[in-house]
């Protein structure tokens, strides 16, 4: 089993600036993917950026330029930095990892983080 806890979620005005941290922990797993996702009151979960490798990032258009994910492997931790904060950005943050466990493949979720942009 992987067990994932997140932190940095808070409360930003418009413009600011959090981190995200996600530390996987557990035993015999090999991670692959890592990946960040959302959901905001009354609308389905969304993927917000993900990392299949060290060196590929995918990102939602709405973040683009605004968001940057990077892993630590060494610290299995995935990282979020969320810049020029907006409004909408509002939502529980969660975290994903896709990992090799024995000869099963997997899909966490951390128990997500609350992220609030207001004024």
């Known amino acids: 089993q992987v067990q994932l806890v997140e932190s940095g979620g808070g409360l930003v005005q418009p413009g600011g600036s959090l981190r995200l941290s996600c530390v996987a922990s557990?035993?015999?797993?090999?991670?692959?993917?890592m990946a960040w996702y959302r959901q905001a009151p009354g609308k389905q979960r969304e993927l917000v950026a993900r990392m299949p490798s060290d060196s590929i990032t995918n990102y939602a258009d709405s973040v683009k330029g605004r968001f940057t994910i990077s892993r630590d492997n060494a610290k299995k931790t995935v990282y979020l930095q969320m810049n020029s904060l907006k409004p909408e950005d509002t939502a529980v943050y969660y975290c994903?990892?896709?990992?090799?466990?024995?000869?099963?493949?997997?899909?966490?979720w951390g128990q997500g983080t609350q992220v609030t942009v207001s004024a």
């Open positions: 994903n990892v896709e990992a090799w466990v024995a000869t099963w493949y997997q899909n966490y």
């Open positions: 557990g035993s015999s797993f090999s991670i692959n993917a």
